[in-house]
């Protein structure tokens, strides 16, 4: 019998499910940046006192939380796909036929996202 191997890092096991968080992941930190944002724009005078209250309110707190945990995993399953999609290919010998775009495209991605070179 065949065993199948698990991904142990990645957030589910379907990409679809995958794919409903990073939008959602999106549109929680689209709104909590428009919000911060219009706070910030619609405010006449801010000091220390008008911040406190904003950032310690009940509603603040909430949301501060959600953004976080959302940018937790909205990069958390950006860079897995990230890493299994293009950093894999570069490695494995197993370059599928695809245009020289793809690859250099997963090789500058790589690039950043590791300290020594391209996916070492």
């Known amino acids: 019998m065949v065993k199948q191997v698990s991904q142990v890092m990645a957030l589910s096991n379907s990409g679809l499910s995958d794919w409903v968080v990073q939008r959602a992941t999106a549109v929680i930190l689209t709104a909590y940046f428009t919000w911060v944002m219009a706070f910030f724009l619609l405010t006449p005078s801010i000091d220390y006192a008008v911040l406190t209250g904003f950032f310690a309110s009940p ?36 370059t599928p036929p695809q245009s020289g775009l793809h690859i250099r495209r997963g090789a500058f991605w790589c690039y950043l996202f590791t300290s020594s070179g391209p996916c070492a």
């Open 59 to 94: 509603a603040m707190k909430i949301a501060g939380t959600l953004a976080v945990l959302s940018t937790v995993a909205h990069a958390w399953i950006g860079l897995w796909t990230i890493g299994t999609d293009y950093c894999v290919l570069l490695t494995s010998g197993n």
